[in-house]
Every structure is written in structure tokens, then in C-alpha cells.
């Protein structure tokens, strides 16, 4: 039998792979790596089902290709950037002559209110209180991401080690997006649910001293996985009777609204939150000297 009639032509992914990783290694975040890699894939596979090039596509493709993304407009933007980024990148290093996505049309984001479902004060003391039920690891992050405001994968990026002291305040040390290191303070319920789950006072502990490990781990001793503490979060919100789309995200944004309706200064909690535009910020805000990581403490207080 002749091979040639059973063998496809390579499609985009394949064809193209090379300048696919070498954009992949530009990412500077895990996250949005893997979130615009499976954008950019996406694309490729619906361009294979028209037979046409990824590099010789033109915007009124990109225009057909938006017309097929479903979900919140956020996400169709997120995609357009996805691709977008991948084809500014191909004409940095010569692979690509223009870029077809850069005069599509995107969906209007509201910048002003974020879409993220965050907390009343008494839902917030409810998951509080059903994460102490669930367990000294469920409790830990919960404490932890609802006291500082870190993200999950900066909570789950942290060791040990970057847990330690600071001019008298319990300090954990995480890498923000873009790779930038931020030393946020962890408020007295948050410290003691971590001392809790780790099995220690926190005095041997020290930043930069003993062996360190991954701050939340599994029975096993590896990593916690992103995906899994998601849905603890989501689970323990179900239990708390909580309705809606809760997720680690919730707890983030309910820092925010917290902290600002008591009064933080904007710029302290967008420091707190490590945000480099103070619009972003802003959308926490629904009521339209202290240190940035004073913030914490004000939550702790209000949720006390």
C-alpha cells in the first residue's frame, strides 16, 4: 500500500513548532504560558481545518476566528492577545512580515469593575471557619490567601524558606508575575494556621536558614498542584453554603474590597496586591501613614 495516501500533511503546530517554543521560552509566567499556548494551539488547529498557514493568514481570517470563540468577553481578549503576542514575537526575530490580529476588533473589558465573585465579610468568616473544620492545610491556605492577598500560585510557589521575620512581622517572600520577588507581611491569623499546618512555632524557620521545602505540599511531600487547591477552595466554599463561581481568585479580590472599605489607601493595597497599574486595583474599590502591608493587618481586624 502506497504510504503517501494514508500520511496528512503536517498542520501548524508541527509545521511551525520551532518558532512555536522558541515563543513559548519568551513567557515569563507558568500561567500564561500555558494559557497562551493553548490559545495559540487552538488557532492552529482551526487554521489546519481551513488548509490555511499561520503565517500567511490575513486579519480577515482572525476576524472569522473571533467569531467562533464562545465565553466572558475577557476571555475572547485574552485569546486575541495570545495570538497577537505570538505574531509581534515571530516579527521580532524575521519569521513573520505583519501580524493579523493587531487591527482586530476586541471585546470591550470592563476595566472599572472586576468580574471576579468576591466575599461578604460574613461569607468570608463562614469559609473561615469550614476550611479550620476541613484541616490544617485547607485552613493554611485559606488563611493565607484571604490575610495577604497573594495569588494561589505565589501562595504554592513559596517555601519554607521564604517564610521568616521582618522588623518584628512575620514576612512570606513570593515571586509576582513577571518574576519579580515581593516580601508581603502574613497577619497573625494567617501565621497561626501556617504554624498550625507546618508543625512549628515558626522560630526555626528563619529566612534563608534550614532546608527548605515547598510551603504547602501533598501526604507525600510534593508541591501542591494549582488544580487541587482550586478545587479545595471550591469545595470548601460549596460546604460553607456559598453560591456562585468561588475560586482562589475570590479570596483575592475579597482582601481588596475589604481592606479598601476600611480605609487602606489605594496604592497601599495595589502594593499589597503587587499591581502595577492602579486602575486594576481600582475595581476592587466599591465605596468610590500606613505601610502597603498594613493592609493585612486591617483585614485580619475586620474579619475578627
Known amino acids: 500500500m502506497d504510504l503517501a495516501y494514508n500520511t496528512a500533511p503536517a498542520g501548524n503546530a508541527a509545521r511551525h513548532a520551532s518558532i512555536i517554543a522558541a515563543w513559548q521560552l519568551a513567557q515569563m509566567s507558568h500561567h500564561t504560558l500555558a494559557a497562551y499556548s493553548r490559545n495559540l494551539l487552538d488557532y492552529c488547529a482551526w487554521l489546519d481545518g481551513l488548509g490555511l498557514d499561520l503565517f500567511t493568514a490575513r486579519r480577515v481570517h482572525v476576524d472569522g476566528y473571533r467569531h467562533t470563540l464562545a465565553g466572558a468577553p475577557s476571555t475572547v481578549a485574552r485569546t486575541l492577545a495570545a495570538l497577537s ?38 461569607q468570608a468568616k463562614e469559609l473561615l471557619r469550614t476550611a479550620r473544620a476541613a484541616g490544617d492545610r485547607s485552613n493554611a491556605l485559606v488563611n493565607v490567601l484571604l490575610f495577604t492577598g497573594v ?33 508581603v507581611a502574613v497577619p497573625a491569623p494567617a501565621v497561626e494556621a501556617l504554624n498550625l499546618y507546618l508543625g512549628t512555632t515558626g522560630a526555626d524557620l528563619v529566612l534563608g536558614q534550614g532546608t527548605s521545602r515547598p510551603l504547602f505540599t501533598t501526604a507525600t511531600g510534593k508541591s501542591w498542584h494549582r488544580t487541587e487547591a482550586f478545587r479545595t477552595v471550591q469545595r470548601l466554599a460549596r ?29 497601599d493595597v495595589q502594593d499589597s496586591l503587587g499591581q502595577a497599574d492602579p486602575r486594576t486595583t481600582r475595581r476592587y474599590d466599591r465605596s468610590r501613614h500606613k505601610l502597603a502591608k498594613s493592609a493585612g493587618y486591617d483585614v485580619a481586624r475586620a474579619l475578627a
Open 151 to 183: 495569588r494561589i500560585s505565589e501562595a504554592l510557589g513559596a517555601t519554607t524558606a521564604d517564610y521568616g521575620h521582618d522588623a518584628g512581622h512575620r514576612t512570606l517572600t513570593v515571586r509576582r508575575k513577571g518574576g519579580k520577588i515581593a516580601k
Open 85 to 122: 503576542s505570538f505574531y509581534r514575537y515571530a516579527i521580532a526575530v524575521d519569521a513573520a512580515h505583519f501580524n493579523p490580529v493587531q487591527a482586530v476588533t476586541r471585546p470591550r473589558v470592563d476595566a472599572d469593575h472586576s468580574s471576579t465573585q468576591g466575599l461578604s465579610r460574613d
Open 239 to 267: 460546604r460553607a453554603g456559598i453560591e456562585g463561581r468561588i475560586s482562589p481568585h475570590s479570596l483575592r479580590h475579597t482582601f481588596a474590597t475589604i481592606a479598601l472599605d476600611n480605609g487602606v489607601p489605594l496604592h
